[in-house]
Structure formats: structure tokens, C-alpha cells
């Protein structure tokens, strides 16, 4: 069955439901609806699942991604799986991947299931087509991604697969259908998760990303995708590379308590002794800058002199592959100027290592293309006229990070860099940037972005570099030999300081640890069990509704976050609604303070709830303290839905979208309200308000907000059918039932 927004049967859907080969529910008629219902009913039910986080000496690791190849996903993967089978008493980790290419050359197993990889055809289609085919494709998706589900599952089970790292797999969904299997496979398995996140497809609306955007016409497919790009589960946890790209994601959204930072252990590049620099064969000649055209075979070379003749040459290495988004012609352009500048006089070799990108779109490389032409005929412009000395420019379509031995790699290239520059203005991490400062290289980079200042901020604290914008470009000399040197040795000094091997693997270990609150878990049995005797058990199609309220800081959130993980440890399906999810943004209420019963959306929560109890599962707004965008949490239910809030339990007034309080109580199957003591409730909320560090007008009016909310909330005590008095502490809990069966 499909449903509209409100919650009705869309016309056209056929209602006759059937059960899938792998228990998927599907229609003749698909929908993403339908795509939604499978992720909600998948999720694990069984045990105390915070408890697979604990790491014993026998972990088996997986690292999951979409190919292997000379980028930097592939590098950071393969140096953090150095770094796990270092890990005392742990097995030897393997990369599981879609699939591999000429330039991959790491040393750690590999298992190749080619359902992961991309580019991908389905997924290419949905992004382009599916607010117009969503029954043909979400059909697809779902056959598709319970299919390759069942090999991952196979793949974990026969290799003992305790614990799973996935690289950019589901914050960046170029593949949906493997995005989507890796969360059915996992959940099936009850295997913890931790999604290793370096860019989201929400970051930029340009160039090979602009598909995401695409997906805005409809609603339903852009929350199935917000949905798996940041899946909620006890057993999936995010991390990032650095702290300023971890406080970026929670300003997006994201619980704070499940993204913490894993750091790359960089390695030192160390040049192979049998291998020169300048080693490349050489494909294509080019002598016009009219003739260019990028493409993904051969080595292209541009200018008219060798390398083998005896002139001084400057080799400038721009590490990076080739796309729109990394601004390697404006930024050539801009180093050609400075080098002027400079007044440099040796022949200039410009070498670019990366390959076209494959995510990229044939108008983007056409473009690409076009702009090289246009850098080309300057750099002639400038040589023509004594302004600089000849240049040559290489690239190299791609070259291996690591070393086999036997063919050029990025170790050689660093090696024989004068210079190295990195073009990009959007980034979460450099892991180039900090091979090359290792290898005592220059280095010069391009200023990123807003909001990537402050990643930038950090990544490049305590280094020594060029900074290059299009406006004021703060560069040093890097042939001044003396200085030179000593720069490269500050900053090697600084990098070893930052990434060794011990630190990613302490930053592992302390992801993976259990976080579980036993104290309120254990009165989230006594509750439940409470439930199961007033209320009754509910199943899907009929959810029971529960209200907890209660007044600020009392323990609605986490008893009732401790009823849900009973619920699946019992083997059942609960959700947890916040009326905080719902505050509409920068609206006060009529009194002027930040938080009231009219700020709140009643009817959008009313209106998600109906879907919930119907047994739909329903992307709902997930609000966490102190962060002001919402994300979206996939909720699901077979048994009980559990509304929580300081105004849950009001019975009159009105919400700022009109819905109607006294519809919600209509709505409730039994009412519950959490008393604490004012002294204890005040103490907490000054505890939580100072920690956001507003300063103190701020905290000073939202204490008195905190008073007045007390006093108003605590005449919804009456609406309760069970009062639940809990210590500050939570060392012991009371019940008093106010009504009758």
C-alpha cells in the first residue's frame, strides 16, 4: 500500500502485499515507500547489542568500500588496515570492495564482491529518474540490494567478520543498492558498524554530486537517501577525520554521541632506489595547446622540450585526479603567476599524477578539457613573451600510491618534487598534503571554502605552507635552500606529532567501546514489563502509543530510549517520538520564550505518528541538544511508539502548525509522567545549559525560562495514569498509579 503525506491510500497503489524471497515486502506496485519499510523492519532485534562493541583479541575486521584505486579513500584504507593487524591479539584485517583497478597496489587482502562497485547503472538511473519511475526502480533496488545483502552476509560469516569499518560507502551513496545491502546485511547479523565519513552528498550541489540534488523532487527517495546516509542504529557509529569536519556533521544534524574522530596514520614516502621520477612512457605528445583532450589511457605531455637535454628544470607535482571540483587550471594559473614573481628561470614541469575522475560527467570533462586548453594557451602566452621559461606539463592519468616495486608511484613523484600543490577548495582531510610535508617537500595549497575554514584551520595548525587564493596568495620561497630546509623539517616534526600509528589505533579502540547507561536500562525492563501488563503487547498495524512527560531534565529521553533497546532486546520493534523533534525553527512563543506548546509542529507529529501506527515506517526529524538542524531517523514499530516531551501530556492548546494537543491525547493509549524534584531537575538543566557555552545573558534568560516551564508543566501530572519518581541519580525508581483499568 502507498500512502500520501497525510497519511491516505494513494489512489493508484495496488494494496495486495506478498512476502519477497528474502522477506522483503513488495507490491506489483513499488514505491520508495516501500524501500523505507524494508530498512525500518530489518533492524536487529536481539540481546543487548551495545554489547557487540566490546572488542575481544580474536576481532576480525572488514573494511567495506566501493573500488580500489590510487584515491584517497583507497590510501586511507589500506594505511588504517596496516594499522588494525597491528593491533595486539587482533586477526588481520580484509578490505571488501567492489572492485580494483591498474593503479591499486596495496599489500592488505582483498575480497571483491562487484555489487559494491562504482560507477552504478541503477543508481545512476534513480538519481537521474527517480521522481518519475519509482515503481520500476525501487522495485530494482530492493531485488538488487537483498540480493548482494546475502553475498555480504556470506562474505562476513565465512571470514568471522566481527566488526565492519565502511569508507564513504553510505555518506556519499554514488551506490544506493550497495548503501542500502550493507545496512540490511549488518542488521541481519548484528554486526557493529563504524561509517567512516569524509565527504556527504548534501556538502555541494555541483559537478558530479549535482545528481543528489536532482533527487529533491521527491520527497519520499531524498529521505530514503538522508535515511542510509546517516543510518541510526545501535550498531552503526560515524567518525570522522578531524574535529572540525565531526562538528560540521553535527551541525547538520547528526547525535553528537555517535561520530567521534579517527585519524589516519600517514606513512613517510620512501622512494624505490631502481625507480626515477621521471620514469613515465610518455603516450601522447602534444606541441599545441588546441590539440588537447583528457582521457584516461595514456600519459599526455604538452611542450616542446625533453627532460633528457641537460636544461635545469623546477618539477612542480599537483597530486591530485582530475575533476571540476579541484580546481587544477585556476590554481596552475595562479602558481605560473607566482613563479614569475619569483623570476624563476629553469624550465618548469608541471606533473599531474591523478586520472580523470570516473564520477565525473562527459559535460564535466568536456569543460575540464576546456579549461586546461585556456591554461595552456597562457602558459604559451607568458613563454612567448619572456614573462616565464618554457613549461611542461604531464599528466600521468593516474599513478599507484604504493609500491610494487616495479612502476612509478606517488613515492618517486614526491621525491623528485620542487614543489607541491594542492588545488582543492573543498576538503575533510589532506592525506596528501601530510605524505608530501613527510617526504620534506614545499608545499603550497589552495585556501578551502566556506564552511571548510575551520577544517582548514586545523588541518593546516603549526604547518608551514603556501596559502593561494584568487585574491591575496601568501606564499614563501621554496628555492631559498636554507629556508627551505628548515621549514620541511618543522613541519615533518609537526606531522609526526599528529598521525602516528598508535593514535588511530587508541581512537579505534575507544570507538568501539561499549556505551550503555545499565542503571536506566535496568528500569527500562521494569517499565516495559509494566507496559506488556496495562497496555498490552502491540503489532504492526496497531502500535500502541505511549505518553511519557515530564518536566525538563527529569529522564524522559533516556528511559525512554532505555524501553526502546528492551523492546528489541525482547525481539520487538519500538519508537521513540520527542515533541522536541518537532519545535518549528527561530519561532517563540507568545510569551517570547525560545520553547512552549505553541513553537511545537503537533500536526506534522500527528501526522508521522498515523503513519507509525499503521505500521508504515516514517523518516521522523531527530533533534539533538544544542544542535539546530534536524536530521532524519528512519522510525519503525511493531508494538509500542513512545512520545516523549515536557509537553506531552498537555491535553489543551495549540501547536505553531494548529494541530491540536487534545488530538494527540485522543490518540494516547496510556499516559506517563516522570516526577523529579525541582532542586534535582534545575541542577541538571544548569549542568546541560552552561555546557553549550552561550555565554551568560544567555544563560541567565534560559534559566529563567526553565523556572517558568517548570511550574506550567507540572499541572499535566494529572494526566497520568502511572507517576514514575526517579532519584537524581537513577538508583531507584517509584511507581504510583493514579487511574483505574
Same mark, same amino acid.
Given at each position: 500500500? &502507498?500512502?500520501?503525506?497525510?497519511?491516505?491510500?494513494?489512489?493508484?497503489?495496488?494494496?495486495?502485499?506478498?512476502?519477497?524471497?528474502?522477506?522483503?515486502?513488495?507490491?506489483?506496485?513499488?514505491?520508495?515507500?516501500?524501500? +523505507?519499510?524494508?530498512?525500518?523492519?530489518?533492524?536487529?532485534?536481539?540481546?543487548?547489542?551495545?554489547?557487540?562493541?566490546?572488542?575481544?583479541?580474536?576481532?576480525?575486521?572488514?573494511?567495506?568500500?566501493?573500488?580500489?584505486?590510487?584515491?584517497?579513500?583507497?590510501?586511507?584504507?589500506?594505511?588504517?588496515?596496516?594499522?588494525?593487524?597491528?593491533?595486539?591479539?587482533?586477526?588481520?584485517?580484509?578490505?571488501?570492495?567492489?572492485?580494483?583497478?591498474?593503479?591499486?597496489?596495496?599489500?592488505?587482502?582483498?575480497?571483491?564482491?562487484?555489487?559494491?562497485?562504482?560507477?552504478? &547503472?541503477?543508481?545512476?538511473?534513480?538519481?537521474?529518474?527517480?521522481?518519475?519511475?519509482?515503481?520500476?526502480?525501487?522495485?530494482? +533496488?530492493?531485488?538488487?540490494?537483498?540480493?548482494?545483502?546475502?553475498?555480504?552476509?556470506?562474505?562476513?560469516?565465512?571470514?568471522?567478520?566481527?566488526?565492519?569499518?565502511?569508507?564513504?560507502?553510505?555518506?556519499?551513496?554514488?551506490?544506493?543498492?550497495?548503501?542500502?545491502?550493507?545496512?540490511?546485511?549488518?542488521?541481519?547479523?548484528?554486526?557493529?558498524?563504524?561509517?567512516?565519513?569524509?565527504?556527504?552528498?548534501?556538502?555541494?550541489?555541483?559537478?558530479?554530486?549535482?545528481?543528489?540534488?536532482?533527487?529533491?523532487?521527491?520527497?519520499?527517495?531524498?529521505?530514503? !537517501?538522508?535515511?542510509?546516509? %546517516?543510518?541510526?542504529?545501535?550498531?552503526?557509529?560515524?567518525?570522522?577525520?578531524?574535529?572540525?569536519?565531526?562538528?560540521?556533521?553535527?551541525?547538520?544534524? =547528526?547525535?553528537?554521541?555517535?561520530?567521534?574522530?579517527?585519524?589516519?596514520?600517514?606513512?613517510?614516502?620512501?622512494?624505490?632506489?631502481?625507480?626515477?621520477?621521471?620514469?613515465?612512457?610518455?603516450?601522447?605528445? !602534444?606541441?599545441?595547446?588546441?590539440?588537447?583532450?583528457?582521457?584516461?589511457?595514456? $600519459?599526455?605531455?604538452?611542450?616542446?622540450?625533453?627532460?633528457?637535454?641537460?636544461?635545469?628544470?623546477?618539477?612542480?607535482?599537483?597530486?591530485?585526479?582530475?575533476? +571540476?571540483?579541484?580546481?587544477?587550471?585556476?590554481?596552475?594559473?595562479?602558481?605560473?603567476?607566482?613563479?614569475?614573481?619569483?623570476?624563476?628561470?629553469?624550465?618548469?614541469?608541471?606533473?599531474?599524477?591523478?586520472?580523470?575522475?570516473?564520477?565525473?560527467?562527459?559535460?564535466? /570533462?568536456?569543460?575540464?578539457?576546456?579549461?586546461?586548453?585556456?591554461?595552456?594557451?597562457?602558459?604559451?602566452?607568458?613563454?612567448?613573451?619572456?614573462?616565464?621559461?618554457?613549461?611542461?606539463?604531464?599528466?600521468?592519468?593516474?599513478?599507484?600510491?604504493?609500491?610494487?616495486?616495479?612502476?612509478?608511484?606517488?613515492?618517486?613523484?614526491?621525491?623528485?618534487?620542487?614543489?607541491?600543490?594542492? %588545488? %582543492?577548495?573543498?576538503?575533510?582531510?589532506?592525506?596528501? +598534503?601530510?605524505?608530501?610535508?613527510?617526504?620534506?617537500?614545499?608545499?603550497?595549497?589552495?585556501?578551502?571554502?566556506?564552511?571548510?575554514?575551520?577544517?582548514?584551520?586545523?588541518?593546516?595548525?603549526?604547518? #608551514?605552507?603556501?596559502?593561494?587564493?584568487?585574491?591575496?596568495?601568501?606564499?614563501?620561497?621554496?628555492?631559498?635552500? $636554507?629556508?627551505?630546509?628548515?621549514?620541511?623539517?618543522?613541519?615533518?616534526?609537526?606531522?609526526?606529532?599528529?598521525?602516528? #600509528? &598508535?593514535?588511530?589505533?587508541?581512537?579505534?579502540?575507544?570507538?568501539?567501546?561499549?556505551?550503555?547507561?545499565?542503571?536506566?536500562?535496568?528500569?527500562?525492563?521494569?517499565?516495559?514489563?509494566?507496559?506488556?501488563?496495562?497496555?498490552?503487547?502491540?503489532?504492526?498495524?496497531?502500535?500502541?502509543?505511549?505518553? /511519557?512527560?515530564?518536566?525538563?531534565?527529569?529522564?524522559?529521553?533516556?528511559?525512554?530510549?532505555?524501553?526502546?533497546?528492551?523492546?528489541?532486546?525482547?525481539?520487538?520493534?519500538?519508537?521513540?517520538?520527542?515533541?522536541?523533534?518537532?519545535?518549528?525553527?527561530?519561532?517563540? %512563543?507568545?510569551?517570547?520564550?525560545?520553547?512552549?506548546?505553541?513553537?511545537?509542529?503537533?500536526?506534522?507529529?500527528?501526522?508521522?505518528?498515523?503513519?507509525?501506527?499503521?505500521? =508504515?515506517?516514517?523518516?521522523?526529524?531527530?533533534?539533538?541538544?544544542? #544542535?539546530?538542524?534536524?536530521?532524519?531517523?528512519?522510525?519503525?514499530?511493531?508494538?509500542?511508539?513512545? $512520545?516523549?516531551?515536557?509537553?506531552?501530556?498537555?491535553?489543551?492548546?495549540?501547536?505553531?502548525?494548529?494541530?491540536?494537543?487534545?488530538?494527540?491525547?485522543?490518540?494516547?493509549?496510556?499516559?506517563?509522567?516522570?516526577?523529579?524534584?525541582?532542586?534535582?531537575?534545575?541542577?541538571?538543566?544548569?549542568? =546541560?545549559?552552561?555546557?553549550?557555552?552561550?555565554?551568560?545573558?544567555?544563560?541567565?534568560?534560559?534559566?529563567?525560562?526553565?523556572?517558568?516551564?517548570?511550574?506550567?508543566?507540572?499541572?499535566?501530572?494529572?494526566?497520568?495514569? !502511572?507517576? $514514575?519518581? #526517579?532519584?537524581?541519580?537513577?538508583?531507584?525508581?517509584?511507581?504510583?498509579?493514579?487511574?483505574?483499568?
Amino acid at each position: 500500500m &502507498r500512502l500520501d503525506k497525510a497519511g491516505r491510500e494513494h489512489p493508484n497503489a495496488l494494496t495486495q502485499l506478498h512476502k519477497g524471497s528474502h522477506g522483503l515486502t513488495t507490491t506489483e506496485n513499488m514505491s520508495w515507500q516501500e524501500c +523505507l519499510n524494508s530498512l525500518g523492519g530489518c533492524r536487529s532485534l536481539r540481546g543487548d547489542l551495545t554489547a557487540l562493541w566490546q572488542r575481544s583479541e580474536s576481532s576480525a575486521v572488514a573494511f567495506v568500500t566501493n573500488r580500489l584505486s590510487s584515491d584517497g579513500v583507497s590510501v586511507v584504507t589500506e594505511l588504517q588496515a596496516r594499522s588494525c593487524s597491528q593491533i595486539p591479539g587482533w586477526l588481520a584485517p580484509i578490505i571488501i570492495t567492489g572492485r580494483t583497478d591498474r593503479l591499486w597496489s596495496g599489500k592488505t587482502a582483498c575480497q571483491l564482491v562487484p555489487g559494491l562497485s562504482i560507477p552504478d &547503472r541503477l543508481s545512476d538511473l534513480i538519481y537521474a529518474n527517480g521522481a518519475e519511475d519509482s515503481d520500476l526502480y525501487s522495485l530494482e +533496488l530492493l531485488t538488487l540490494a537483498s540480493d548482494l545483502s546475502l553475498q555480504l552476509r556470506r562474505v562476513f560469516t565465512d571470514n568471522g567478520i566481527s566488526l565492519i569499518i565502511a569508507q564513504n560507502t553510505n555518506s556519499l551513496p554514488y551506490n544506493l543498492v550497495a548503501a542500502v545491502a550493507l545496512i540490511m546485511a549488518t542488521e541481519t547479523l548484528a554486526i557493529p558498524v563504524i561509517h567512516q565519513a569524509f565527504d556527504f552528498y548534501w556538502q555541494h550541489h555541483s559537478y558530479s554530486r549535482k545528481r543528489f540534488e536532482m533527487t529533491g523532487e521527491d520527497e519520499e527517495l531524498a529521505a530514503l !537517501i538522508e535515511v542510509v546516509a %546517516s543510518w541510526y542504529s545501535p550498531l552503526w557509529r560515524f567518525s570522522a577525520p578531524n574535529e572540525a569536519f565531526r562538528e560540521m556533521i553535527v551541525k547538520h544534524g =547528526f547525535d553528537p554521541s555517535k561520530i567521534s574522530v579517527l585519524s589516519t596514520p600517514v606513512i613517510e614516502p620512501v622512494a624505490h632506489p631502481d625507480i626515477r621520477a621521471d620514469s613515465f612512457d610518455v603516450g601522447d605528445t !602534444i606541441t599545441s595547446p588546441l590539440h588537447f583532450q583528457l582521457n584516461h589511457k595514456s $600519459i599526455i605531455e604538452i611542450g616542446c622540450f625533453r627532460t633528457d637535454e641537460g636544461k635545469a628544470k623546477l618539477t612542480i607535482l599537483f597530486p591530485s585526479k582530475l575533476s +571540476l571540483g579541484k580546481n587544477i587550471p585556476q590554481t596552475m594559473k595562479l602558481c605560473l603567476k607566482l613563479l614569475s614573481a619569483l623570476n624563476v628561470k629553469s624550465v618548469i614541469q608541471i606533473i599531474v599524477s591523478g586520472a580523470p575522475y570516473d564520477m565525473e560527467s562527459d559535460r564535466g /570533462l568536456a569543460l575540464l578539457t576546456e579549461e586546461f586548453m585556456n591554461l595552456l594557451q597562457f602558459a604559451d602566452g607568458e613563454a612567448s613573451s619572456g614573462r616565464l621559461p618554457p613549461c611542461q606539463f604531464v599528466f600521468l592519468c593516474g599513478t599507484p600510491r604504493f609500491s610494487d616495486g616495479q612502476r612509478l608511484t606517488m613515492d618517486e613523484l614526491y621525491g623528485g618534487a620542487d614543489l607541491v600543490v594542492f %588545488s %582543492s577548495s573543498i576538503e575533510t582531510d589532506c592525506i596528501g +598534503l601530510s605524505e608530501a610535508l613527510l617526504a620534506k617537500k614545499p608545499c603550497w595549497i589552495r585556501r578551502w571554502d566556506s564552511p571548510y575554514a575551520d577544517i582548514f584551520e586545523e588541518v593546516t595548525a603549526r604547518l #608551514v605552507i603556501g596559502v593561494l587564493s584568487e585574491t591575496a596568495s601568501v606564499v614563501f620561497d621554496f628555492l631559498d635552500p $636554507i629556508a627551505a630546509e628548515q621549514i620541511s623539517h618543522h613541519n615533518q616534526g609537526m606531522l609526526k606529532e599528529r598521525s602516528p #600509528v &598508535r593514535r588511530f589505533q587508541y581512537e579505534l579502540l575507544n570507538l568501539c567501546r561499549p556505551s550503555t547507561q545499565e542503571k536506566a536500562a535496568t528500569f527500562g525492563r521494569e517499565i516495559l514489563d509494566l507496559l506488556q501488563e496495562r497496555v498490552g503487547l502491540g503489532h504492526r498495524g496497531n502500535a500502541r502509543i505511549i505518553r /511519557l512527560g515530564g518536566t525538563a531534565a527529569s529522564g524522559k529521553s533516556t528511559l525512554a530510549d532505555a524501553i526502546v533497546e528492551e523492546s528489541r532486546a525482547r525481539g520487538r520493534n519500538c519508537v521513540r517520538v520527542s515533541l522536541d523533534d518537532y519545535v518549528q525553527e527561530g519561532l517563540r %512563543s507568545a510569551d517570547g520564550r525560545a520553547y512552549g506548546r505553541d513553537v511545537i509542529n503537533i500536526a506534522q507529529l500527528i501526522q508521522d505518528i498515523a503513519m507509525l501506527k499503521k505500521g =508504515f515506517a516514517s523518516p521522523l526529524p531527530r533533534y539533538y541538544h544544542g #544542535v539546530a538542524k534536524r536530521n532524519l531517523v528512519l522510525g519503525y514499530s511493531d508494538s509500542w511508539i513512545i $512520545i516523549e516531551g515536557v509537553y506531552a501530556l498537555s491535553k489543551d492548546g495549540i501547536g505553531a502548525d494548529g494541530g491540536s494537543y487534545d488530538a494527540l491525547t485522543s490518540l494516547s493509549d496510556f499516559d506517563i509522567w516522570i516526577q523529579s524534584e525541582r532542586s534535582d531537575s534545575l541542577k541538571r538543566c544548569l549542568s =546541560f545549559d552552561s555546557g553549550r557555552k552561550l555565554g551568560p545573558e544567555w544563560l541567565v534568560t534560559r534559566f529563567n525560562e526553565r523556572i517558568a516551564e517548570w511550574h506550567e508543566t507540572r499541572r499535566d501530572i494529572g494526566n497520568a495514569r !502511572i507517576v $514514575i519518581t #526517579v532519584s537524581d541519580s537513577w538508583e531507584r525508581i517509584s511507581c504510583d498509579e493514579r487511574g483505574k483499568e
